[in-house]
Nanobody, 116 residues
Framework: QVQLVESGGGLVQPGGSLRLSCATSGIMIRIYTMAWYRQAPGKERDMVATITSSGITDYVDSVKGRFTISRDNAKNTIYLQMNSLKPEDTAVYYC??????????WGKGTLVTVSS
């Protein structure tokens, strides 16, 4: 049974940093592309960052230079380091992996609030 569990969210002031974690079980993350998405209030869920099995990363333009996605294959965990946070980064952040067309897994999310 595949499980993704996010942690690390919270309240942070503009300009601050947070590191999100996604602990996984039931899969070997080293062979899959892993992703972080976010959903702001009243908006659709959008991709934030992805990392392939070979370590190639991609980011939505709005977070480039501020966010870093990484993986620890030994711990089956992925991370999202978020620096220089802005109020518009406020959202619920979700961990995701799509193994097949029919197997698309999500965590329950962790809330990030950027506010003074």
């Amino acid at each position: 049974q595949v499980q993704l569990v996010e942690s690390g969210g919270g309240l942070v002031q503009p300009g601050g940093s947070l590191r999100l974690s996604c602990a996984t079980s039931g899969i070997m993350i080293r062979i899959y592309t892993m992703a972080w998405y976010r959903q702001a209030p009243g908006k659709e869920r959008d991709m934030v960052a992805t990392i392939t099995s070979s370590g190639i990363t991609d980011y939505v333009d709005s977070v480039k230079g501020r966010f870093t996605i990484s993986r620890d294959n030994a711990k089956n965990t992925i991370y999202l380091q978020m620096n220089s946070l802005k109020p518009e980064d406020t959202a619920v952040y979700y961990c995701n992996t799509q193994i097949t067309v029919a197997e698309n897994y999500w965590g329950k999310g962790t809330l990030v609030t950027v506010s003074s």
